[in-house]
């Protein structure tokens, strides 16, 4: 008799989270956390099974709360060695503060746009602050999750709030 195993290690698990800025959903499996996505519906809260994702949620929570200023979370590895770099360097971005695409991508030996690419494509929003990089005349410029411009504004004045930063 022929059946299906599930590896319990690659099961994924999924949390959704109520915020200011709509339903937060973590995906991810007990290891790691592979994405945040910001809905644009309204859903209930569910609770996650544990692991990474639980994790997640209680740090999201408190992230939103204004009482987490970092992440500490095992994050699904990045799809290539440069996106791993693009990723770390938005992650060493402090809270509250705000860097525009070119002075990041002269931190790390890297060109405006690969920058601009990696935030495009973030799949972890919050957690990768790609929010905190600004376009190049220092305005907001676009963003990816949730509600665009609206999300983007939210959550950099969230952490100005909380980190006592009154400028961007």
Same mark, same amino acid.
């Given at each position: ?12 698990? /999924? #949390?959704? *989270? $109520?915020? @200011?800025? !709509?339903?937060?959903?973590?995906? =991810?499996?007990?290891?790691?956390? &592979? %994405? ?51 990723? /770390? #360097?938005? *992650? $060493?971005? @402090?809270? !509250?503060?705000?860097?525009?695409? =070119?002075?990041?991508?002269?931190? &790390? %030996? ?59």
């Amino acid at each position: 008799m022929r059946g299906i195993i599930i590896c319990p290690m690659y099961a994924r698990d /999924t #949390a959704l *989270i $109520a915020t @200011p800025i !709509g339903m937060v959903q973590v995906s =991810g499996t007990a290891e790691h956390v &592979i %994405a945040i996505t910001i809905l644009s519906y309204i859903t209930a809260e569910r609770q996650p099974n544990g692991g990474a994702v639980a994790d997640a949620a209680t740090q999201l929570r408190a992230w939103f709360a204004g009482t987490l200023f970092t992440f500490d979370l095992p994050l699904a590895p990045a799809a290539t060695e440069r996106g791993a770099v693009l990723r /770390t #360097a938005m *992650i $060493a971005l @402090p809270y !509250g503060e705000t860097i525009g695409y =070119g002075q990041l991508a002269q931190t &790390i %030996a890297s060109s405006a746009r690969a920058i601009g690419q990696a935030c495009a494509r973030n799949p972890l929003p919050i957690i990768v602050p790609c929010r905190r990089v600004l376009d190049g005349k220092g305005t907001l410029g676009a963003y990816s999750a949730g509600g665009g411009p609206a999300t983007k504004p939210w959550l950099l004045d969230h952490e100005r709030l909380h980190s006592g930063r009154t400028l961007l």
